[in-house]
């Protein structure tokens, strides 16, 4: 049985991850500070091929540790959050993330060096890469084309697949770069520490825009308030689908030193989304809207060229809009009841 180290495996993707990993047939330990949720059950915790590791992972001497007999590492710690995150702890987004990478990579470089039986370490980037396009589709290779981000969080993705590149030209460490857009699913909760961003009449304490426009209708919020004009175009993606996608990666052949958008192919404006949420949970009545001032960095379009992903790894997202909407909104109740956003 093949074992992978994922790092940030309690975060929001980070649980799809450890759930496909395991169902796939890998044992997985998974290593997390807690710091973003605190300790949360999981159905997989009692899988006695999971082991879970409380531990920084900007501790490169841990890392190395944990990567001893692993055959895979899956590199996805990191501080991260939604767009009111960037303003917050801007300069931690920066400087945190940075250690992180760097002790991924340290710790990577060194277990292979001592002969050890790592395979390749899989990077988790971001669509952010490509906050600063202005061409669309996003295309893999354009990250380096286009203006850098602005956004010290995309600034710093961007750097993760720069230490990923860096790595593997003076250290032969192979890599792979997967860049997850918008994702959609359950298990998010209100951040330790995190400041409530006020919309209207309510409290948001997520900051992601299908999570909070849940919340909001959820809470009789009417008219329901936007961010921006309502025509920022996304494109979001069931966490399910991302694990899958990131994990075929990790063990594809022909995703050596490569990188990947991993994205559902379908564009949604926030105003067609809001208009989808509204209908699920208050159909009788009317929809009305108010438009706020946006935040700094609320990128306009995210469209990303899929074309790689679908040719190269056979990967595809299939998952619809609907679908997720009909899981996330049960749970956006469950939580709300349980005050835990």
């Not at 055959?71 to 993330?97: E, M, P, R, V």
Request: aromatic share 10%; charged share 20%.
């Amino acid at each position: 049985m093949e074992k992978v180290l994922l790092t940030g495996s309690a975060g929001f993707i980070g649980g799809y991850l450890v759930d496909e990993l395991l169902e796939q047939g890998y044992a997985v330990v998974g290593l997390d500070n807690l710091s973003k949720y605190g300790r949360v059950s999981r159905s997989y915790d009692s899988n006695p091929n999971y082991r879970f590791v409380q531990g920084d992972a900007s501790d490169p001497i841990l890392l190395e540790e944990l990567l001893t007999d692993c055959d895979h590492f899956i590199a996805g710690a990191a501080l991260i959050g939604g767009i009111s995150y960037f303003h917050q702890f801007a300069y931690d987004l920066l400087a945190k993330n940075e250690r992180i990478i760097a002790a991924a990579c340290d710790a990577a470089i060194a277990t292979q060096r001592a002969g050890k039986k790592l395979q390749k370490v899989t990077y988790l980037s971001s669509s952010m890469v490509f906050e600063s396009t202005d061409r669309w589709p996003s295309v893999e290779g354009d990250e380096r084309l286009v203006p850098p981000p602005l956004s010290s969080y995309g600034f710093q993705k961007l750097a993760v697949e720069y230490f990923a590149i860096a790595a593997w030209d003076q250290y032969k460490l192979p890599y792979t770069i997967c860049r997850p857009f918008n994702c959609v699913g359950i298990g998010e909760s209100r951040a330790l520490g995190g400041t409530s961003i006020k919309s209207g009449n309510v409290d948001l304490a997520l900051s992601h825009v299908v999570p909070d426009i849940i919340q909001k209708i959820l809470k009789g919020q009417s008219p329901l308030h936007l961010l921006g004009n309502g025509e920022q175009i996304r494109h979001y993606t069931y966490g399910g689908d991302l694990a899958r996608g990131i994990v075929t990666a990790m063990q594809h052949v022909d995703a050596l030193n490569e990188d990947f958008n991993l994205s559902t192919a379908e564009s949604t404006t926030v105003l067609e989304l809001a208009r989808s949420i509204w209908a699920k949970i208050c159909p009788e009545k009317p929809f009305e809207v108010i438009f706020d001032d946006p935040f700094q960095h609320d990128v306009q379009k995210r469209i990303p060229s899929i074309e790689k992903a679908k040719s190269v790894l056979g990967f595809e997202a299939t998952t619809t809009l609907d679908a997720m909407l009909d899981e996330v909104i049960p749970w956006i109740q469950d939580a709300i009841r349980q005050d835990l956003i």
